[in-house]
């Protein structure tokens, strides 16, 4: 069987490192999409609304 080489491996460290980076990526990603304020501000007015 062939070693696997230096080169492909990672350290824990440096693989907690990355994935911190991706998982504060994601967070911010899926606040600026769910973000409730400019939810509302970019939704149509009520239907039904103001007649009365």
Known sequence: MKKN???DEITRK???KKMGKYAALTAMGTFIILNPKKAQA?????PG????
């Open 5 to 7: 080489s230096s080169q």
């Open 14 to 16: 440096d693989a907690l």
């Open 42 to 46: 970019s939704s149509p007015p009520d």
């Open 49 to 52: 609304g103001g007649l009365g």
